[in-house]
């Protein structure tokens, strides 16, 4: 065989390979990173970085109690048509939870990344003292990763009671995640749950951040009869969709059958391998779309939900 077209084809079956390889980043299960994680130093213009995003994901998931439905339920399923009118404050959000669970893990590439081990977690609680205006942060966990000389993988776990709080407005504060002793080569995962009562409300996701991300996903599955427009982002490196799915809600009623389910909305968006100075890569938003519904507090200007440091 010519020298010239064996060489071609093993570059091929090497950029294959290496395709390959992106493909199965990251291994989202958290406390798992792969060996190919391990391994991944960047693509591309990545590799310049001091640090990357391996995963970052937001799960969205609602909680229904038996007070989300009318008197006359007891032979029928929950859906737009027959449910009490949200918008008419007719429904007690407090039988409504929302649940947004994130995880995050981090790879310092070099020593001067380690400040990327911090982050800030900016969520809503009023200054009013109502609890039940309020979000609440909880199962806060962060993992430290690394690998020691003889390529043995060690774990500690990170105190996460001494993180402060700042208050940044009336309506949000930030949790400021300090990450000590970090080092290049060293990973780090972050999870935790944000509880809301506010059903007409929901976190934007950012898919850029101030370094490279390799997966960024936001998986949200919305009862039907919360009607919110969705703004997408609309890039090559963002995939979205929308399929129709089901959720079953608690029933503590005796006059109401086990087992009732309410018509879903489950969004999924996914981002991979996005360049903090691609310009065209949006957040993505949603805005509650019924009519009487009073808007939310939306998040100051210049934060976000999640937000690594710079």
């Known amino acids: 065989m010519n ?3 064996r060489k071609l084809l093993l570059l091929a079956v ?4 290496g395709t390959m390889a992106s493909a199965q980043l990251p291994n989202e299960k958290f406390g798992k990173p792969s060996k190919l994680e391990w391994d991944f130093a960047g693509w591309g213009e990545a590799t310049k970085a001091d640090a990357i995003i ?3 994901t ?16 007891t032979d029928i399923e929950v859906n ?18 929302v649940n947004f669970e994130v995880r995050l893990r981090t ?14 977690i900016t969520y809503y609680c009023a200054d009013d003292g109502n609890v039940y205006n309020s979000d609440n942060l909880s199962d806060l966990k962060v993992k430290v990763f690394t690998r020691n000389a003889k390529g043995k993988v060690e774990k500690r776990n990170v105190n996460t009671d001494g993180f402060a709080q700042e208050r940044v407005d009336a309506n949000y504060v930030v949790t400021h995640v ?12 972050y999870q935790y749950n944000i509880t809301s009562t506010r059903a007409a409300f929901l976190y934007d996701w950012v898919f850029q951040e101030c370094i490279p991300t390799v997966r960024s996903k936001c998986d949200i599955e919305v009862p039907a009869f919360l009607q919110f427009n969705m703004n997408t ?24 059958k086990k087992g009732k389910t309410c018509p879903t909305n489950h969004y999924k968006i996914v981002g991979d391998y996005i360049l903090p100075e691609d310009k065209e890569i949006a957040n993505f938003t949603s805005q509650i779309a019924m009519p009487h519904v009073t808007v939310p507090a939306k998040m100051p200007e210049g934060h976000t939900h999640l937000k690594i440091e710079n």
């Open 54 to 56: 391996l995963s970052k």
């Open 233 to 256: 982002p609309i890039n090559k490196l963002v995939k979205s969709s929308v399929e129709v799915g089901r959720l079953a809600y608690d029933v503590n009623r005796t006059d109401m």
């Open 80 to 97: 737009w048509g027959n449910i009490d009118d949200f918008g008419k404050n007719q429904i007690d959000e407090s039988s409504i939870l």
């Open 178 to 189: 300090k990450v000590p002793d970090v080092e290049a080569g060293s990973i780090i995962e």
């Open 58 to 73: 937001m799960t969205v998931t609602y909680k229904l109690t038996d007070q989300v439905s009318n008197n006359n339920m």
């Open 3 to 5: 020298y010239s077209i």
């Open 107 to 120: 790879k310092i590439l070099k020593p001067e990344g380690a400040r990327h081990a911090n982050i800030d």
């Open 14 to 17: 090497f950029a294959a390979s």
